[in-house]
């Protein structure tokens, strides 16, 4: 099993609409959880830690539930520059901290 | 402040050669980590290395690929007798002291190595 599994997607939504991607995760263990947004050739950049609280930035709202290892990501409005891959991203101590990535879940907002 | 600094860019290498891959991390970070990423596919953690001192190693391959972050200079990613399946996008992030619990990886724009 993947450490870190998303549902690759890709998702094709029209401008507007409200889109939600989820993530789960396998290590119990694990400490701090994010999302990154990576475009088509670039780097990924954050966009958004996960709090246990669940945490909201602009259109973007990020949950995470502990008892059932998964992040959820919720995308309203949706606009064309939104269109990217969206990365889940765990945090766990192994001895020394690694950072995992999961694969990714494309997003394409259409006009 | 200069970001996360990688280079070469861009890396054309023949079967054989070796492959060298320098990332200099952002003013006060002295964490870096090194990332993998075949195309059309997800960042494959491979090192995650201090000054002169690999934390965990877990990621890399155990014949041909190397990592080091001396005291002075960049981190260096070394891949000895490059295969064609080397090729990828190779990523370099930083972060400060404290990471991760603060959350923040900073990445470098990427070096793209294609073997002939």
């Known amino acids: 099993r993947k450490e870190v599994e998303q549902d690759p997607g890709p998702f094709n939504v029209p401008e507007g609409a409200t889109v939600a991607f989820n993530c789960t995760y396998s290590n119990s263990a694990s400490q701090s959880f994010f999302w990154y947004r990576q475009d088509c050739r670039k780097e990924p950049k954050l966009l958004m830690s996960v709090y246990s609280s669940g945490n909201e930035d602009g259109r973007f709202t990020a949950q995470l539930n502990r008892a059932s290892q998964y992040i959820s990501l919720l995308i309203r409005d949706s606009k064309l520059s939104d269109s990217a891959t969206y990365l889940c991203?765990?945090?766990?101590?192994?001895?020394?901290?690694?950072?995992?990535f999961g694969a990714g879940t494309r997003l394409f907002v259409k006009a | 402040n200069a970001g996360v600094m990688q280079n070469p860019r861009h890396l054309v290498r023949r079967r054989g050669q070796e492959a060298r891959l320098r990332c200099s991390p952002m003013?006060?970070?002295?964490?870096v980590y090194w990332y993998r990423q075949l195309p059309e596919e997800g960042l494959k953690f491979m090192v995650y290395?201090?000054?002169?001192?690999?934390?965990?190693e877990s990621g890399m391959p155990k014949e041909r690929f190397s990592a080091e972050f001396p005291k002075e200079g960049p981190s260096i990613l070394r891949i000895q007798q490059v295969v064609r399946g080397d090729s990828a996008a190779y990523f370099c992030?930083?972060?400060?002291?404290?990471?991760?619990?603060?959350?923040?990886?900073?990445f470098g724009e990427g070096s793209r190595l294609t073997v002939l």
């Open positions: 290395l201090q000054k002169e001192n690999i934390i965990d």
């Open positions: 992030a930083s972060s400060q002291p404290g990471h991760p619990e603060t959350g923040e990886l900073f």
């Open positions: 003013k006060g970070h002295s964490h």
């Open positions: 991203v765990v945090n766990f101590n192994t001895g020394g901290f690694k950072t995992i």
